[in-house]
C-alpha cells in the first residue's frame, strides 16, 4: 500500500478534521467554524448534541498503563500532555505530513500504520469529542460507523476510546483512538491502518496508545 496508503489518509484527516474550528472572538466568546463559511456559539452547539438522543457510552471494567518498552517521551504543546513510545516500533515524523493541525505523528518503524495528535486549548466535553470525529469522519466517508468505543482508564486518567471504520478513495480503513479533555485542552490521539491490518498490528497500536499521559 505505502505511498498511496498515505496520500488516502493525508485526504481524509485533512478534510474531516478541519471540517470545524473552535475559535475565541474579541469579546471572548467561544464560537464554531465550519468549513462552509457559517458559524455558531459553542454553547449551542454544545446543546445540540446535549438534546440528542443516542446509545451510552460503556465503560471498560480494564485500566490501561504506559507499558515498559516505551523508551523515549514526547511533550506535547503547551505541556499539556506527553506521549510514551518504543523507538523500536515507532520513529517521529513531521506532524504537517499528516496533517497543517497536528502537534505530533509517528510512523510505525514496520507496516502501514500511521499516528497522530491533534490539540486544542479549548476544553470540550469529553462525550463529545467522538461525536465530532464521528460527523467530521461522516462529511467525506458516508459509509465511517462506529465498530467500538467505550470510556477507559487510562494511567488513571478517563479517556474515551473508539475505533471507527469507512471507506475513503476505494480503501477500507480503521481509525483507533484515545480522545481526552480538561482544563487545560482536548486531545484526539489518532492512529490508522487498513481494516485489514488492523488485527496484526493491534498490540502495537494500542501499545502507543496507552503511552498517553495527561500533565
Known amino acids: 500500500m505505502g505511498k498511496l496508503f498515505f496520500t488516502a489518509l493525508f485526504s481524509l484527516l485533512l478534510i474531516s478534521l478541519q471540517a470545524q474550528e473552535i475559535a475565541v472572538t474579541e469579546r471572548g466568546d467561544s464560537v464554531v467554524l465550519y468549513s462552509n463559511g457559517t458559524w455558531d456559539y459553542y454553547d449551542n452547539y454544545r446543546m445540540d448534541y446535549r438534546d440528542q438522543e443516542g446509545p451510552v457510552i460503556p465503560f471498560s471494567d480494564k485500566t490501561y498503563k504506559k507499558p515498559g518498552s516505551a523508551n523515549k517521551k514526547v511533550n506535547g ?6 506521549i510514551w513510545y518504543d523507538a523500536k516500533e515507532w520513529r517521529r515524523i513531521p ?4 496533517n497543517p493541525e497536528a502537534d505530533v505523528a509517528f510512523q510505525a518503524q ?4 500511521y499516528s497522530m495528535v491533534i490539540y486544542e486549548e479549548m476544553e470540550i466535553p469529553l462525550a463529545n469529542l467522538s461525536d465530532i470525529a464521528l460527523e467530521n469522519a461522516l462529511s467525506v466517508a458516508p459509509d465511517m460507523q462506529i465498530i467500538e468505543r467505550e470510556y477507559r482508564i487510562v494511567n488513571s486518567d478517563t479517556i ?7 471507506t475513503t478513495q476505494g480503501m477500507k480503513i480503521s481509525y483507533y483512538s484515545y480522545y481526552f479533555t480538561d482544563e487545560d485542552g482536548s486531545i484526539q490521539f489518532h492512529t490508522f491502518t487498513g481494516q485489514s491490518l488492523l488485527n496484526k498490528y493491534k498490540e502495537k497500536i494500542e501499545d502507543l496508545l496507552n503511552g498517553f499521559m495527561n500533565k
Do not use: L, Q, T
Open 110 to 113: 514496520r507496516g502501514d500504520v
Open 95 to 98: 506532524a504537517g505530513d499528516i
Open 77 to 82: 504543546m503547551n505541556d499539556a500532555y506527553e
Open 160 to 166: 474515551v476510546f473508539m475505533r471507527m471504520d469507512g
